[in-house]
């Protein structure tokens, strides 16, 4: 497909495809910026990116889903206004040449199929390519922490939403039948593996996060806030990660009902993946579901980033046989649940879910069972 988009775009064939998959994160939301756990899997659905190199320092790009070209040189790399989905490759050139790192010129063409708006890190899969892109192009020795974090900066820095490090690390490091287990403060992980009797079901919602960065954004704001706050009673914490379990009931006199609940999430939710990475390690996949569950009813009632589709939705995953725990996943405010669906019944909850959804809010979701696939830098 890309080779082919490729080829109509420029007349040749390219020299170099990469591919960078998608993520749904299992649990641990919202707990990335704050320093904490988290518990995501790269999906079976990817950017890729095809190429070659030109001799000069112009950079043409191709958007297989925009249907669009755009140019910049490498010598003057602007933000486009008119031309989004193009920054992401903007800002990944213009941070590897800032770091010295010499590009030359290229053709690029690029797309594929993960859902935009959905939840499901589209732009962390756009990003990685592109650094993974030019590495490949042009054989350059990057460190993957040093690739994700790059990543991660362009959509900080130049794209301008400020998200954590969670979507850029799995679309890199993501391993096929595995879900990985980062600690988002120094950045270590491990690989978990996924058992073949239970599927990864993701179901869209179908409603754009229209809220999601002005909200995310609030929720970062209040978070920091509970963190002045506690640290003012004199407990050494730096971040919500800090905070234990059993410091929380003391600070309820401290934070103001809502900045306790936000507290109280991320604090559970941190305790959560913990217990979710043991069961899963342990075999117990009921208590796995259960913890996507409790994770869901916090994000709900305490963090207070569902919406109706949202909870409708995992209110039907609920009552279908064969179901583990279902929950919202990634930022919220629309996007998509991931649900834990033993995988003799994940076709028949795939087709309940679709029906039952129409019926109950005249909506249309789309239902992927999913695959945990390789990240950019495994695969590549
Ligand atoms: C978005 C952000 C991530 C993370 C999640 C919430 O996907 O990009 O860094 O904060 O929301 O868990």
Avoid at 37 to 58: H, K, M, N, S, W
Avoid at 82 to 110: C, M, P
Wanted: hydrophobic share 45%; aromatic share 8%; glycine share 8%.
């Amino acid at each position: 497909m890309i080779e082919q988009a490729f080829v109509e775009a420029y007349g040749t064939e390219p020299e170099v495809v990469v591919r960078a998959p998608g993520r749904v994160n299992l649990i641990g939301e919202h707990t990335d910026y704050n320093d904490g756990f988290v518990l995501p899997a790269a999906i079976d659905r990817a950017i890729t990116y095809a190429g070659r190199r030109r001799t000069d320092r112009l950079v043409r790009v191709f958007s297989m889903d925009f249907r669009a070209s755009a140019e910049f040189s490498l010598d003057d790399i602007q933000k486009d206004a008119q031309n989004t989905w193009s920054n992401f490759l903007r800002g990944v050139s213009k941070f590897l040449e800032a770091d010295g790192h010499h590009l030359t010129g290229a053709d690029i063409a690029f797309g594929g199929d993960v859902p935009r708006e959905a939840g499901l890190s589209s732009s962390a899969a756009v990003e990685v390519g592109a650094v993974v892109f030019w590495k490949k192009l042009l054989g350059l020795t990057l460190d993957p922490i040093y690739i994700i974090k790059l990543a991660r900066r362009t959509e900080n820095e130049f794209v301008g939403v400020p998200c954590g490090i969670m979507d850029q690390f799995i679309s890199a490091l993501g391993r096929r039948d595995h879900a990985l287990f980062l600690d988002c403060r120094d950045l270590t992980y491990r690989h978990v593996p996924l058992r073949a009797d239970v599927k990864i079901v993701v179901c869209n919602s179908g409603v754009k996060r229209a809220l999601a960065q002005s909200e995310y954004e609030v929720r970062l704001k209040q978070c920091r806030q509970a963190v002045a706050q506690i640290a003012s009673t004199g407990l050494a914490v730096e971040s919500l990660r800090d905070v234990k379990p059993s410091d929380l009931a003391a600070t309820r006199g401290v934070l103001t009902d809502l900045l306790w609940r936000r507290a109280h999430h991320v604090v559970s939710e941190n305790q959560r993946v913990l217990e979710a990475v043991q069961a899963l390690e342990g075999g117990d996949l009921e208590h796995f579901g259960a913890l996507m569950n409790a994770s869901h009813n916090s994000l709900r009632d305490d963090y207070e980033v569902s919406c109706k589709e949202l909870d409708a939705l995992v209110e039907l995953a609920r009552k279908q046989p064969g179901v583990l725990g279902a929950r919202m996943t990634g930022a919220g405010f629309g996007g998509c649940t991931v649900n834990l669906v033993r995988a003799d019944a994940a076709e028949a909850f795939a087709r309940a879910i679709a029906r039952g959804y129409q019926e109950a809010l005249g909506l249309k979701a789309e239902v992927y069972i999913c695959q945990a696939s390789d990240g950019a830098l495994v695969s590549a």
